[in-house]
């Protein structure tokens, strides 16, 4: 394919290809490893994103106008954690003069949530509510079905459709027929009194019977996770000084437990020697780990962050309440980085704020506190900027930094949150201070899926062979009878 058509694909998308093994990996699932047809989807796939300019596409190449009316965007999660992708169905008319346009919009979507959360599956809503047949545009529609089946392997979880009126019956019969069979056990028609099976009510408008006050604006481009704009972060002193409050806090009351006539100071210099100690351990277990297991990096232009993609925590009954997130200069300037989540009440991070020192590694800690156990949902943006060499990486320098800093210098990468349950029995005590390594990773786990579905697959053939065999024995076994039979009928009708 590269051979006689390397003039139509885009050089980065080739150069990624050979570089991105999860990209690979994606498309062979999709196409239920069949090597043949993953790259004929590679190979059309490349072309179209070629056509559309994909790796070139902004805010800036697009009309203003698309983003305005919030017919698109991404916004919340649906019960697994999954991000969800808004069709306001009501918000589109056709119009055969910006049919390109939005569908570049629908491509400058998915590349980036692609691009920003390392392609993790989306689920599609189609909100029909108030919409009629003037809204029924089917080229759309199918360009935005190919988008999955066709151009973004193993991106789509499901598509929730609410509240289809039923002058659209015959058109969604239709997009069925677009639909492979894997594609259409997707589709969720749902309405107001279930659509709460998979999307929370804290996630769904009041039209839908949820509770989400979301409105969508632009600008700024909507991005629900992290809100607030840079220049609007606040004094970072007072966030520091209210985390060690609490931190103080905490500290004294696990220490007054255990001697209450132990004195102050003495009980926080042994908390902190015990939770130093077991910090080094457990540092030099996950970077050991993570030297191991290189996909679980993610390599930046400004920083290197492990882990890749997610932070694990443990549930209420394994009580492993702590995560470490290592970050690694690459470049030859200091660079300043800032740690927010999507639920602050629940994290405390240290630093939270702060730089670092040219090709050195810096370890920043996450904890829950109090009662709080960590969600499917929870999220952490880690923002990233080069420092001028003339600049200092003191607090109020920092503030400064941040508040002045060019959004389009900035480097972020999204952390989510994966929870484990608890395999062992619930009177045995986990040691809070321990950072939950999962035995096995979601890749580990993947991987002998894919294993399993493979050597499934080659038993399901070899059944198939045998019972056509089989039926093949028996046929040839009638026929051999019905030849014998006729020869027996021959040489009785010649000797009468």
Known sequence: YFLD??????????????????????????????????????DESFQWRKEYTVNDLSESVLPKWLFEIGALFLHGYDKEGYKLFWFKVKHHTKDPKQQLDKKKLVAFWLEHYAKRDHGKPLTVVFDMAE?????IDLDFVRFIVNCFTDYYPNFLTKIVIFEMPWIMNAAFKIVKGWLGPDAISMLKFTNKNDVQEYISGEYLP???????????????LVDDDFQTPLCENGPITSEDEHESK??????????????????????????????????????????????KKALTTFKGPLLHISPAEELYFGSKETGEKKCLIVLTNVTKNVVAFKVRTTAPEKYRVKPSNSSCEPGTSLDIIVSLHGGFAASLQDRFLIMAAE??????????????????????????????????ESSKPSSLTLKDNAFNIPAKTN???HIQLTHLLQINKRLEEQMNRCLWFQQLSVVLS????????FCFYLAYAQRS
């Open 5 to 42: 058509k390397s003039d139509k694909y885009d050089s980065r998308d080739v150069e990624r290809l050979q570089q991105d093994d999860k990209w690979v990996e994606n498309y062979l699932i999709w196409r239920h490893d069949v090597v043949d047809d993953t790259l004929k989807m590679i």
């Open 131 to 135: 919409t009629g047949i003037s809204h």
């Open 206 to 220: 009041p039209h839908m019977g949820g509770t989400d006050s979301f409105k969508y604006s632009y600008p700024p």
């Open 246 to 291: 609490e931190e103080i806090d905490a500290d004294t009351k696990e220490t007054g437990e255990l001697n209450e006539a132990q004195n102050l100071n003495q009980k926080k210099m042994n908390s902190i020697e015990q939770i130093s100690k077991s910090e080094e351990t457990d540092k030099t277990e996950v970077k050991a780990k993570n030297a």
């Open 387 to 420: 420092m001028d060499q003339c600049s200092g990486g003191a607090v109020p320098e920092l503030t400064q930094f941040w508040k002045e800093v060019p959004r389009t210098k900035v480097m972020e990468h999204r952390l989510r949150c994966h929870v484990i």
């Open 443 to 445: 890749e580990d786990l």
């Open 478 to 485: 009638l026929l051999s009878v019905t030849v014998a039979a």
